[in-house]
């Protein structure tokens, strides 16, 4: 059994024993297997955890236990939906998160990621880098955004870059170096923050049915931070573009898919289609493959969308990946065709005028990390193709 098959297997034995009234015993299994995965006994920071080779991903398990807010509960489905094939994905996960969960949850320690580190203008680019936050209804995250020194000409595009869990946004810029590329091309970088308080990993929350939809939850506050600004930095409204890695990676997928008119392209590393799960047991499933059917973006137009994933991602299955780069491309009249590079396999999709729509990277050998990055930052390997600058180019290509 895999090691994250094993995890899921002692997730589910310790539904099983809090719905048998044994909470004590459920308690054991879940520290247990939080402990067998690295999530027990104080999680490195990202300025300590520095993985230098694709496989290192393993020791940080995208991992999340932290139960839904109060105001999201009526999102919640208490069913898995089954797919066209009949079946249920998650059938065997439980409906709900129990009360036991949220206690213990509680108090774990140390899941958020560090405090961020101090900027240097190495790896963070020679521009400002300011702190900024916005706040709607759906409560208020922080965000730093990067300004380049290089003159513009005119109205600067707009990249979001969605961090994954564990990290921060001065931790993300080290990792992709966007900020460097950003210098270059004269465009403006929004890292929004994910807040301790709304998950214990800072994971963004791409798996509750709360922050999957347009105009509530964290797609609410990630779009009115884009254009919030886009009004006070002279951003360019036909030139935003959204990505990110891991959770941040599903995120963007959610965000192309809900605000087709505000993001022009989107970005997805290492991530989840829109839909493959819908709480965090099904979200388990979904990471090693066995998710439900996602459904097609509801947009009038599919947002072109780039994807890249390690065929060994021990984390996230990269069969999500192929999933992502489908649920964009299922408009009829795409073509396709497919190429191979140095550690690679790229598939272009063009619509019937010979205009790209969507590429996907097989990341051959890569893992759970950020391709062509840098080491300065987590969750980033110096090897692969650099995602960053292909993100770049597939963002201006319009």
Not at 86 to 94: L, V
């Given at each position: 059994m895999k090691p994250y098959e094993k995890f899921v297997e002692n997730i589910l034995g310790a539904v099983r024993s809090s719905q048998g009234r044994d909470p004590a015993a459920a308690t054991a299994i879940i520290q247990e297997a939080l402990s067998a995965a690295g999530l027990m006994g104080g999680a490195a920071s990202p300025a300590s955890v520095r993985p230098t080779t694709p496989t290192q991903e393993k020791a940080a398990p995208f991992v999340d236990l932290n139960p839904?807010?109060?105001?999201?509960?009526?999102?919640?489905?208490?069913?898995?939906?089954?797919?066209?094939?009949?079946?249920?994905?998650?059938?065997?996960?439980?409906?709900?998160m129990p009360d036991w969960v949220a206690r213990f949850t509680a108090n774990l320690p140390g899941q958020g990621a560090g405090g961020s580190k101090a900027v240097d203008p190495s790896t963070h680019g020679p521009g400002q880098f300011l702190e900024g936050s916005f706040s709607?209804?759906?409560g208020k995250r922080n965000y730093r955004l990067y300004v380049p020194t290089k003159p513009a000409a005119g109205p600067r595009p707009l990249i979001v870059m969605l961090h994954g869990c564990k990290q921060n946004p001065v931790d993300f810029a080290a990792g992709t170096t966007m900020n460097l590329l950003a210098e270059e091309s004269g465009c403006l970088v929004l890292y929004p923050e994910q807040a301790a308080s709304a998950n214990h990993s800072q994971c963004w929350n791409w798996f509750e049915g709360a922050h999957q939809q347009r105009g509530q939850g964290e797609p609410s506050l990630i779009a009115g931070m884009t254009r919030q600004v886009l009004r006070e930095h002279d951003g360019d409204a036909d030139r935003v573009f959204v990505a990110g890695l891991s959770a941040g990676g599903a995120m963007a997928a959610v965000m192309a898919a809900g605000y087709p008119e505000l993001y022009a392209a989107a970005g997805v590393h290492s991530g989840l289609p829109v839909g493959a799960a819908h709480d965090l047991m099904s979200a388990l499933n979904a990471m090693k493959g066995a998710r439900?059917?996602?459904?097609?973006?509801?947009?009038?137009?599919?947002?072109?969308?780039?994807?890249?994933?390690?065929?060994?991602?021990?984390?996230?299955?990269?069969s999500n990946g192929e999933a992502v780069y489908r649920q964009f491309t299922q408009a009829a009249g795409t073509s396709e065709t497919e190429e191979r590079g140095p550690g690679h396999t790229r598939t272009v999709a063009r619509d019937a005028g010979g205009r790209v729509v969507a590429e996907h990277w097989n990341l051959h050998g890569a893992g759970h990390a950020w391709s062509g990055g840098s080491t300065a930052g987590s969750y980033a390997t110096s090897s692969g193709p650099n995602a960053s600058s292909e993100m770049l180019r597939f963002f201006l290509q319009q």
């Open positions: 839904p807010p109060a105001w999201a509960a009526k999102f919640r489905r208490h069913a898995a939906q089954p797919d066209s094939a009949g079946t249920s994905a998650g059938a065997n996960a439980g409906s709900a709607n209804e759906a439900k059917k996602p459904a097609t973006p509801s947009g009038a137009r599919p947002v072109r969308t780039i994807v890249f994933h390690g065929d060994r991602d021990a984390t996230v299955h990269l």
